[in-house]
């Protein structure tokens, strides 16, 4: 085995922790899944879409954006919705309501979770009907948008489902079968298990065997690790963003979690929410949005949150004075923890590259 020289190591490393330190400026992959609805609280928005933020794209599970005034600034304009084809109900009246969006629209998602019931938020659809609407309805939205193939569960049964709408689309149409320009994925688990699932469901598209082009790039629409408290929920995001933000074949994600505790549904738990009940930003909110070096603070409000001098990331980390010191302390941690952990990690990895 070659074995790289010490300086070889350290020089790697070094490079390894400038691009840990530097992760809020390389990190234009992030989006949001807005959930919405009348709980939903426009002071949080000012931080997850202030011009500071690293989210450069959003989408509701739907064809309908969000509402233009929980935008700031200029934030509906630099911030790319991208629309959905939940389901094969209504499909008429969807693409219908596409023609109102801007040209700034430029990727559609498709069926949500086809291979799981509509009681666990899925789309319910048979590999058959999937393939005979997406090559009717779908295939000719091509003239105006880059369009994903259905979004599966990540589990062997998404990977069956998969395979059964191929060969769907192979027997209705031999010629193009269900042409795609993206793919998208959901997962919601460990670090270990999504990026086995990436590599599981990257092999599959470029198999010889499926067809279809083999450079097609995979966005993770849905991510987040449920029932787990918030320090075990962070140590995955920790885990898996810089993970993310460097697979070449990876190229947008989402985390859902964009919600205040008391919005998180039963089955993920509260653990993934990004805010603290008060609309402070959580850990894991902080992290997401590139932390206090971005200007993202533990506890930092929102400028429309009552009784908060907050400017929702926008301002100089100096301007921010009003977090009580304890916030402050712990952003300190979490900045650090966050670091280092994953230049630990790193760390190992290039010495085992490296033996």
């Known amino acids: 085995m070659r074995r790289n020289s010490p300086t070889g190591v350290a020089m790697a490393i070094g490079l390894l922790a400038t691009s840990i330190m530097a992760q809020s400026d390389s990190n234009p992959k992030r989006g949001m899944a807005y959930i919405g609805g009348s709980d939903s609280h426009d002071a949080d928005y000012d931080l997850l879409l202030s011009s500071n933020s690293p989210i450069t794209w959003y989408f509701t599970w739907s064809p309908v954006a969000a509402p233009s005034d ?5 934030a509906e304009s630099r911030i790319e919705f991208v629309p959905a084809l939940p389901s094969t109900d209504n499909l008429d009246d969807n693409i219908d309501a596409l023609d109102q969006l801007p040209s700034s629209s430029n990727h559609l998602f498709t069926f ?6 509509t009681d666990s938020g899925g789309s319910d659809i048979s590999p058959d009907d999937a393939a005979k609407a997406y090559i009717k309805k779908i295939v000719p939205l091509r003239d105006r948008f880059q369009i994903s193939h259905p979004s599966v569960t990540g589990s062997p049964r998404g990977l069956e489902w998969l395979n059964d709408f191929n060969s769907s689309c192979w027997d209705i149409d031999s010629e193009h079968g269900c042409p795609a320009d993206f793919v998208t994925a959901h997962y919601y688990g460990a670090f270990e298990g999504l990026s086995a699932w990436l590599d599981q469901l990257a092999e599959w598209y470029n198999q010889s065997g499926s067809g279809l ?4 790039k995979i966005w993770v629409k849905e991510l987040a690790l449920p ?4 320090d075990t929920t962070f140590a995955m995001m ?7 933000d460097q697979l070449e074949y990876l ?7 964009a919600f205040r505790p008391k919005e998180a549904n039963e089955w993920t738990g ?10 402070g930003l959580s850990e894991l909110g902080s992290y997401y949005l590139g932390g206090e070096e971005n200007g993202f603070k533990v506890g930092q409000q929102g400028e429309s949150s009552a009784g908060s001098g907050e400017t929702g990331g926008n301002d100089d980390n100096d301007d921010t004075g009003d977090v009580d010191d304890e916030s402050g302390g712990a952003n300190d941690s979490t900045g650090l923890r966050a670091s280092l ?3 630990w990690a790193l760390i190992i990895a290039t010495c085992f590259w490296n033996i």
């Open 70 to 74: 929980i935008f700031p600034d200029d």
């Open 213 to 216: 082009q083999s450079n097609l």
């Open 112 to 117: 949500n979770e086809p291979d799981g019931s």
């Open 227 to 230: 029932q787990a408290d918030e």
């Open 238 to 244: 920790n885990q898996t963003l810089p993970y993310l």
């Open 251 to 257: 190229e947008k994600y989402a985390w859902f979690g």
């Open 270 to 279: 509260d653990g993934v929410a990004l805010f603290q009940g008060d609309g």
């Open 341 to 343: 952990s994953a230049l």
